[in-house]
Structure formats: structure tokens, C-alpha cells
């Protein structure tokens, strides 16, 4: 059983999560760039939404990769 982990939006106190900081962006995806889920992250439901958004947005604007090779 896995211990509850603090969302890491919340305990940093932010409150919008921007496309474009490629930094907090690529910390929650995958090598294959997928989206971490929910329970691996650790972020609650709320950023975990905004999150989602911003990197699918980062990724119609080319800032993030869909897959790679």
C-alpha cells in the first residue's frame, strides 16, 4: 500500500499550471510521453485536470512531444 503523496501544485502554492514551462511539464510525463496517471503522480484531481490541459495543449503547439520513436 502506497502512502499518500502532497500534490505537488499545492504544496508549491501554484495556481495556474502554464503550457509553457517545459520543465513542469516534461516532470509529468512519461519516456513515452504519455501523461502520468493521477495515482503515480500524486497530484489531486483538480491539477491533475489542469495539468492534462496543458500539455495537451503544449503538444498541439509543438512545445511537447506526442510519442517518440
Request: net charge positive; glycine share 2%; charged share 30%.
Amino acid at each position: 500500500m502506497e502512502l499518500s503523496k502532497q500534490c505537488y501544485f499545492c504544496a508549491a502554492n501554484i495556481k495556474a499550471i502554464d503550457y509553457k514551462s517545459q520543465e513542469v511539464i516534461r516532470k509529468f510525463m512519461t519516456p513515452q510521453a504519455q501523461i502520468v496517471k493521477k495515482r503515480r503522480s500524486g497530484v489531486c484531481a483538480l491539477h491533475q485536470r489542469k495539468l492534462a490541459e496543458a500539455i495537451k495543449r503544449a503538444r498541439f503547439l509543438g512545445l511537447a512531444p506526442y510519442t517518440t520513436r
